[in-house]
């Protein structure tokens, strides 16, 4: 599977880091960096806390 993120969405909230900061990775102002990662399937707790976490829906997984 691949994870994603769409920068043009992220609005800096920073809570995909919170949930998983082993996954996901950060700006100094709290705005997500690009993401194009493969991951497994099914994918691990922690991507799934930082997917849901994230309240532009800007990470997806597909
Ligand atoms: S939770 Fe969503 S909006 Fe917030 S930093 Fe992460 S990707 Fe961006």
New binding site residues.
């Given amino acids: 599977m691949r994870l994603t993120?769409d920068t043009g969405?992220?609005?800096?909230?920073?809570?995909?880091?919170e949930a998983a900061p082993d996954v996901?990775d950060?700006d100094d102002n709290?705005?997500?960096l690009p993401l194009d990662v493969e991951v497994s399937d099914p994918p691990a707790d922690s991507i799934r806390a930082?997917i849901a976490?994230?309240?532009?829906r800007?990470?997806s997984l597909h």
Wanted: hydrophobic share 40%; glycine share 14%; net charge positive.
């Fill in positions: 993120i969405k992220c609005s800096g909230h920073a809570r995909c880091w996901f950060i709290g705005y997500a930082g976490a994230c309240p532009e800007a990470i």
